[in-house]
């Protein structure tokens, strides 16, 4: 853990010893929530908003430490989704995406339990069709009870690997998420042991099995589309190095995208954009995001048709979802 600090942290002895601090001696932290339903003031003790980043929008909240959250009238009605800051602000990069995506776009989420990506995206950007992906058996359970508890619309359900989606679905997505699982080092700053995840054949199994997701997301991904990768670790393999060693061998066509609200987060350890999030100077445990943009034209109409099977599991009524 002291050779990773050194490293992220070269020319800093004291930030070194600040992120060391921050996962060995974790203090309590607020969480994130955001409003899927009609947001209530004086719900919840949340932060004042004066005080957050000027680009968090209105549906997020940050929370007080110590409030009970799942107790909450709000979350008993399916009006917040509670995750840490740092999801929050990895996946804000969909803000600058949106802008450029067509109308009720296509989402695919493609490592997607518990769900609060998906979520967000269904929040943030308003799909016509969000395709929420998980390939644990155990995980989708609650990931479906997620996207029903908070009233979701024109989501559906699949446990494919990524691979099999890209041979149903190629070029058939406008925005891809892919929450990459990874070594999880961040979740020590929430007091939660995680044996060996500095370890670096760890970090070595993570980076080759994401890359391998990489590739297949890419796949799903249409001309003028995006991808945004993100991780809760902070090791520079599963980050910018796990990006940098994708565009040179299979990322042809896509390019990493600057997110001008998170300027101050450029990581200095690769050339292209992308953000660092850590946990001793943000409200959030940390982590990682960059946004790949495909080259092209957006065009729904050139969009690989869904095959059905795909669309078998929605959430919620069980009427057919259409194809935006």
């Known amino acids: 853990m002291k050779k990773a600090a050194t490293t992220l942290f070269p020319n800093g002895e004291a930030e070194q010893r600040a992120f060391l601090a921050a996962l060995l001696e974790p203090e309590p932290r607020g969480s994130a929530v955001v409003w899927t339903g009609p947001r209530t003031a004086g719900e919840l003790?949340?932060?004042e908003r004066g005080t957050l980043p000027s680009w968090v929008p209105d549906e997020i909240d940050l929370v007080k430490p110590g409030e009970k959250i799942g107790r909450s009238r709000a979350y008993e009605a399916g009006e917040?989704?509670?995750?840490d800051f740092s999801s929050v602000t990895a996946a804000s990069a969909l803000i600058t995406a949106?802008?450029?995506l067509p109308e009720a776009p296509r989402v695919l989420d493609l490592c997607a339990a518990p769900g609060g990506k998906s979520i967000l995206a269904s929040v943030l950007v308003r799909p016509?069709?969000?395709l929420s992906n998980e390939v644990e058996?155990?995980?989708?359970?609650?990931?479906r009870h997620n996207l029903a508890r908070c009233g979701i619309r024109n989501a559906c359900t699949q446990r494919l690997m990524p691979e099999e989606i890209?041979?149903?679905a190629p070029e058939a997505f406008d925005l891809c998420l892919v929450d990459a699982p990874c070594s999880g080092q961040s979740l020590l700053a929430k007091g939660i042991a995680n044996p060996g995840c500095f370890h670096p054949s760890t970090i070595k199994g993570n980076a080759r099995r994401q890359l391998r997701i990489l590739e297949a997301a890419a796949l799903t991904v249409a001309p003028g589309g995006f991808l945004l990768y993100t991780t809760c670790t902070f090791s520079e393999r599963e980050n910018e190095g796990v990006i940098e060693k994708w565009l040179e061998r299979s990322g042809a066509g896509f390019c990493p995208v600057e997110v001008p609200h998170l300027a101050s987060l450029r990581s200095?350890?690769?050339?292209?954009?992308?953000y660092r999030l850590y946990p001793h100077n943000s409200p959030g445990v940390g982590g990682f995001a960059v946004l790949l943009w495909r080259e092209g034209v957006p065009n729904?109409?050139?969009?690989?048709?869904?095959?059905?099977?795909?669309?078998d599991y929605p959430v919620g009524p069980t009427t057919a979802l259409s194809q935006p």
Do not use: N, W
Request: glycine content about 10%.
């Open 137 to 143: 058996g155990k995980r989708l359970g609650p990931l």
């Open 80 to 83: 917040i989704y509670p995750l």
């Open 166 to 168: 890209a041979s149903l």
């Open 128 to 130: 016509g069709l969000l």
């Open 268 to 274: 200095p350890l690769s050339e292209f954009p992308s």
């Open 45 to 47: 003790d949340t932060v």
């Open 300 to 311: 729904g109409d050139s969009r690989t048709l869904l095959p059905s099977p795909l669309l």
């Open 98 to 100: 949106r802008d450029r």
